[in-house]
Every structure is written in structure tokens, then in C-alpha cells.
């Protein structure tokens, strides 16, 4: 008997408690490394999604009603991303997803989401092919494909003929190059690339070969160790080309490591700590309130990835289905995020945003007046 | 063709050439007295870069006094690694295990071993990224001679270079240490029955030629501008290739192969693109493997 009226007490109150939420909140799917080699990253955008989450819930949410992120730990490991892809598939209170992190589980879970319909945005799957696997995947991230051709025409303009690109000789450094090159020669200009090694340490002889041909301009496809080392032995052979790169460069470790000789070097880039515009200081200075450190241009990613989503969920309204979130998504045209203004194509679905022109100068990045 | 940027091009070549001469002097060393690679010199040579770095960093003493400190760095490494990988393989006295093939390559994994764990510790305790070195240590400061960039770090290596093939030159042949070391390099057995110490012979093999190494990490650390924990792999391989062209066990001939190397490497760029210039060493390694099984400077009796 008292055993009947302890479970009767207990659904009663389960109910009263359930009830009311399920109709109130609205649910997404967030999955990223939370453990594991890449928890650096994962751990980023759970602080920078959960202050977009707090932000847009304390603004009054979707009409009203509160949305929950739910957090699962991918360990960068494309079968987890899978496990996790049909878990949120099966909770049918899920109608959009956020994450993965790399290109390699982003794409295994992509397949997941394709079959089964349901909006997945990563806020940083760079793979050409993540968003050829079908209508329902979207990022926030810029590739090469926009990168390659915005810098080109920004040479262009500036009046160089003649470019000399070094790219390093993988996947990403091919797609920088070739991005920019096919581009830069369709506006009439001539470029030539020259790969080099992953590992290289000696660039003197590569740079020799770039002085004899004499270009206006030399465009790096490299990160920051490589592009450290190459800007400081230009220095040293006395080259006085200027330097123009991706925003790959885009670290302060460039500086610490290359000193005075990156100065000058210049590059566009997504994410500026320093933009003094009102949005990107009041993420930066609530970051290091809540966090106790600066955010990164990872966190900037998934601040604003978290953001298009719950724009996408406003606009849906209160009781969408997860197409309707898919088509509310690639309907977003220039979200003010801190990455800049995004606008997903609606063909294509990949993003593009306003590229910041910046600038090293006196060891500090500096955004360039646009012109 | 025959320009200025040629004459550029060889300079970065020869300093790409003694920089690998430098790594390649040590390894010779060792090789030629115990007839085995030892895997772990590359790591002396990150060790080396990184005791300059740290005392650079907290001290800031000048560069010759850096130097001098990482030498003795490294001939405690090299004392170390040999009580560590080597030593337990000596540890049979008779005959037979003396002449064991099986006993005298065991190190080789046993140096490989250590160099894993030395650099791991490296990159637990550093982190694998490059480190931040001050710029007014850089070896970068340019001396421009008629449109040709040399830099202050090409004199210093080649002086050190110099110094180095020199000084090791003069123990080997004038020294009675040297004669030991030549001794054993020649004949272990033969030199244990006329009453020379073998073992004393062989740590004096590791602690110079694991100085000569770690002072090459930190000189090539301060030229290039980087110093991380996987450092010494790239230019251990060029050594290696340098050391099998100048006919394994004689360093004159390393040095020359691997400044044939450098600017073999360095000339190549203008032709090919850069991403084949590894092609050129392990080009030049098979066709002395296939052609030149001696080495490239032919046969020789003398060793070390």
C-alpha cells in the first residue's frame, strides 16, 4: 500500500515536472571532442555555445520557450560521431545538431544525419566535401574555396602582377595554392606556386629561387611555425617583396616566434580579438570574465555557429520540425557574428563572410582601413 | 643561369651542407668505433638545442659561453646514453659475444628506445610546438657581400665547423686517447689483447662525439630559428645519408659528402620543385649503395 502511494507521489511529480518542460523547451544536439587528444577544442565551444545559449535564453528565447543544448562526447573518433549521430536521430525532442569538430567525424556522422534528415552545422569541418554530402549539412567556417579567391582579388587591386605562392605540400596547403592561384590568373594575373615539405626548417634556397623571378608580391599557404621561419630568413636574404598569406598566419605565435620580421606581413582573416567592433569586445571581455583567458578564433567559431542556430530556431518558430529548421538555416543571410557577417549560400550551403584585412605592425595585428 | 641568385643559391647550399656535416662528424664517430648506428643521436642534438635555449632564457650569458655549456651538456648525455643503451651489451666478456653481430646491433634498438623516450619527455615537457627564442640570439644578423646574404650564423658554424673537424682531427692522431679510440675502431679484440682499455675508449667516443652533436643543435636551432622536440630526425637522416656516401666510417668523407649534399639539395630547388628535395639525398643514397658500396671516395682500410 505504501509502496502504491510512494509511485503514484513519484509519476505524479515526474509528470508534473516533464510535463511543462517538454512542452516549454526546444532541443539541440551539440557533439565535439569533450575528452580525449582534442578536448582543447571541444572545450572551447562548450564555453563559447553555453554563453550564446545563456544570452539568447535571458533575450526570451523562441517566443518564450527556453532551448536546451544536449553535450556528447565524440573523442574526435568518426564511429563515436556516429553513435552520437543516431542517439540524437532517436530522441525525437532533437531538431538540429551543432558539432562535429575535425572533417573526418564531422563526415562520418554527416551520413547519419543525410539519411535521416536532420540540420547538422560544425562549426569548424573545412573538407570540400563535408558539404556535398547532402542538403541537411551547413559550417561556419570559411575554406579556401572563398579564402583563395578574396585574397586574389585583393592583390588584384592592389595592383600586383606577379605573385609567387609557397604552400606546403598537403591537402590544405593544395586547395590555399590552387584557390588562389586559378583565381588570380583568371583576373589576368600571373602566379606561380612552389611546394615545399611538411617539416622544411630550411627555406633559403625555396626564397632564393622566389628573388630570381622578381614578383610583386609573395602569397604564404603555410601555419605559423613554417611561416615564422620563412619571413625570418627572407629577412635575412635581404628580401624586400611584400608578404601576403591566409588566415592560416592569423596566431600570436607567429610573433613571439618571428619577432620584427613578420612585420609587414599581411592577411585577411574571419576573428579578431582586437576588432573594436561592439560585439566582437563584448564576447571578448565576457570570454575572459567567464573563462579567465582570451577566445580563441575556435571559440569565436562556435559562438557564432551556436548563434546561427538559434536565429535559425527563432525564425522556425516554437513547434518546427527539423526540415523546417534545415530550410530556416540556409536562409541565414548576414548573421552578425563576431566572424564576421555570414550568409549561406543557398545552393552551395557554404558559408561566406566579410574577410578582415589585417596587418603586423610594431608586433601587433593590426586591421587595415578598408579601401 | 650563372647570376648572383646562383652564387646565393650555392652559400645556402654549403651552410645546408655543414650544418648536416655537423651532425653527420658525431654520428661517423660512433659508428666507426662500435660499427653500429646510434639512433639516439638526433636526440642529442634536440637535447643540445634545448640546454642552449633554457640557459639562454634564464641566464643569458653570451653565445660562446652557450656553447661551451652545451658541450659539456652533451658530453654528459653522450656519457648517459652509452652507460644506458650501449654498456648493458658489453656485459659478456668472452670471445664470442665480443664478436656477436646479435649482441652489437641489439643497440641499435636500444638507442632507438632511448631517442623515443628523450624526445617524448621533450615534447611532454616543452610541448611539440617551437619554442620562442630571443632575437638577439638569433644567427641571423645578414652580412651582404656584393648581393650575396651571408649571415653571422654561416661564420660561426663554419668556424665552429672548422674547429671542430680540426680538433678532432688532432686528438684522433696525436693524442694517446685517440690512439685507443683508433684501436678499438680497428679491432676491439686486437686492442683488448695488447692492453688498451676498450671501455674507456669507447665512453671517450660518446662523450665527443655527443658534444660535437649537441653544439651542432644549438647552433642550427639559433641559424634556423627553431628549436622543437622533433628536431633532430631531418638533418639525423641527412647525417645518416652523408655518413653511408663518405663510406660509413670516415669523417673527412661525411663532411664532404654532406656538403656535396647541401648544395646538391640547394641547386636542385632552381630546377625542381622544392617538395622533391629529399629526392636528391635518398637519390644520392641509393647510388652509392648500388655503385659505391665503399662509399663514394672508395676504399679504404683506415677507419675513423
Known amino acids: 500500500m505504501k509502496s502504491l502511494v510512494r509511485t503514484i507521489v513519484a509519476v505524479a511529480l515526474g509528470a508534473a515536472l516533464v510535463a511543462p518542460a517538454a512542452a516549454q523547451e526546444i532541443y539541440i544536439g551539440y557533439q565535439a571532442p569533450l575528452t580525449g587528444t582534442q578536448s582543447q577544442y571541444g572545450e572551447v565551444f562548450r564555453n563559447a555555445a ?12 523562441v517566443g518564450g ?5 544536449v553535450w556528447e562526447d565524440s573523442k574526435s573518433d568518426p564511429k563515436e560521431a556516429v553513435a552520437i549521430g543516431r542517439k540524437f536521430v532517436d530522441d525525437k525532442r532533437i531538431v538540429g545538431v551543432l558539432g562535429d569538430f575535425a572533417s573526418g567525424p564531422s563526415m562520418a556522422v554527416g551520413e ?27 559550417r561556419n567556417i570559411t575554406t579556401q574555396a572563398q579564402e583563395g579567391p578574396y585574397n586574389a582579388k585583393w592583390l588584384k587591386d592592389l595592383g600586383v602582377k606577379n605573385v609567387a605562392v609557397l604552400a606546403l605540400q598537403n591537402d590544405w596547403g593544395l586547395s590555399a595554392a590552387e584557390n588562389f592561384q586559378k583565381s588570380f590568373e583568371q583576373l589576368g594575373g600571373k602566379a606561380t606556386t612552389e611546394y615545399f615539405n611538411p617539416g622544411t626548417r630550411d627555406f633559403r634556397s625555396i626564397l632564393t629561387k622566389v628573388q630570381r623571378t622578381n614578383p610583386d608580391a609573395v602569397y604564404l599557404a603555410m601555419f605559423y611555425e613554417e611561416g615564422a621561419l620563412l619571413l625570418q630568413q627572407a629577412k635575412q636574404l635581404g628580401m624586400k617583396v611584400p608578404f601576403y598569406s591566409t588566415s592560416a598566419l592569423y596566431a600570436p605565435k607567429l610573433i613571439e616566434l618571428g619577432g620584427d620580421a613578420v612585420d609587414g606581413m599581411k592577411l585577411t582573416t574571419t576573428f579578431d580579438a582586437n576588432n573594436p567592433a561592439a560585439n566582437v569586445r563584448a564576447f571578448v571581455e ?6 579567465g583567458q582570451e577566445p580563441n578564433q575556435f571559440a569565436a567559431q562556435g559562438y557564432d555557429a551556436t548563434g546561427i542556430m538559434l536565429e535559425a530556431l527563432k525564425r522556425a518558430g516554437p513547434n518546427a520540425t527539423r526540415a523546417q529548421v534545415r530550410d530556416a538555416l540556409a536562409a541565414t ?3 552578425p557574428g563576431v566572424t564576421g557577417a555570414t550568409t549561406f549560400d543557398p545552393q552551395t550551403r557554404e558559408p561566406s563572410k566579410t574577410l578582415a584585412k589585417m596587418e603586423v605592425k610594431g608586433g601587433k595585428f593590426v586591421v587595415m582601413p578598408q579601401q | 643561369m650563372f647570376d648572383v641568385h646562383f652564387l646565393q643559391q650555392i652559400v645556402n647550399g654549403l651552410s645546408l651542407g655543414l650544418v648536416y656535416a655537423l651532425v653527420a662528424i658525431g654520428f661517423t664517430l660512433i659508428f666507426g668505433v662500435l660499427n653500429v648506428v646510434n639512433f639516439a643521436h638526433g636526440e642529442v642534438y634536440t637535447i643540445g638545442a634545448f640546454a642552449g635555449l633554457l640557459l639562454i632564457t634564464s641566464v643569458a650569458p653570451p653565445l660562446f659561453a652557450v656553447l661551451l655549456v652545451v658541450a659539456a651538456v652533451g658530453a654528459l648525455t653522450g656519457f648517459g646514453l652509452e652507460r644506458l643503451a650501449f654498456k648493458p651489451f658489453r656485459r659478456f666478456r668472452d670471445e664470442a659475444s665480443i664478436k656477436s653481430r646479435a649482441m652489437r646491433e641489439a643497440t641499435l634498438l636500444s638507442s632507438l628506445a632511448l631517442s623515443i623516450v628523450a624526445r617524448e619527455v621533450l615534447d611532454l615537457a616543452f610541448g611539440g610546438e617551437m619554442q620562442v627564442i630571443p632575437q638577439s640570439y638569433l644567427l641571423q644578423t645578414p652580412i651582404m657581400i656584393g648581393g650575396v646574404a ?25 693524442t694517446r686517447t685517440g690512439l685507443a679510440i683508433r684501436a678499438v675502431s680497428n679491432n676491439v679484440l686486437g686492442a683488448q689483447f695488447v692492453g688498451i682499455n676498450t671501455e674507456r675508449a669507447i665512453v671517450a667516443t660518446f662523450l665527443v662525439g655527443s658534444m660535437l652533436g649537441a653544439v ?5 636551432g639559433l641559424y634556423d630559428g627553431s628549436i622543437f622536440p622533433h628536431m633532430g630526425f631531418g638533418p639525423a637522416v641527412k647525417a645518416f645519408v652523408a655518413m653511408v656516401m663518405g663510406g660509413l666510417s670516415s669523417i673527412p668523407g661525411a663532411v664532404i659528402s654532406a656538403l656535396i649534399l647541401g648544395v646538391a639539395e640547394s641547386v636542385a630547388t632552381d630546377f625542381v620543385s622544392a617538395g622533391w628535395k629529399d629526392l636528391i639525398a635518398y637519390g644520392f643514397l641509393i647510388v652509392t649503395l648500388v655503385f659505391f658500396p665503399r662509399g663514394i671516395f672508395g676504399y679504404s682500410r683506415e677507419r675513423v
Open chain 1, 50 to 61: 553555453t554563453m550564446q545559449l545563456e544570452k539568447f535564453n535571458a533575450a526570451g528565447g
Open chain 1, 65 to 69: 520557450r527556453k532551448v536546451v543544448i
Open chain 1, 112 to 138: 547519419v544525419y543525410a539519411k535521416e534528415g536532420m540540420a547538422q552545422l560544425s562549426q569548424t569541418a573545412s573538407h570540400p566535401d563535408y558539404t556535398k554530402i547532402s542538403k541537411w549539412q551547413f
Open chain 1, 286 to 291: 565576457d570570454y575572459k570574465k567567464r573563462y
Open chain 1, 333 to 335: 543571410k548576414d548573421y
Open chain 2, 150 to 174: 651571408l649571415t653571422d650564423g654561416n661564420l660561426v658554424i663554419l668556424g665552429a665547423s672548422i674547429l671542430m673537424l680540426a680538433g678532432l682531427q688532432w686528438m684522433l692522431y696525436r
Open chain 2, 216 to 220: 651542432a643543435g644549438i647552433m642550427v
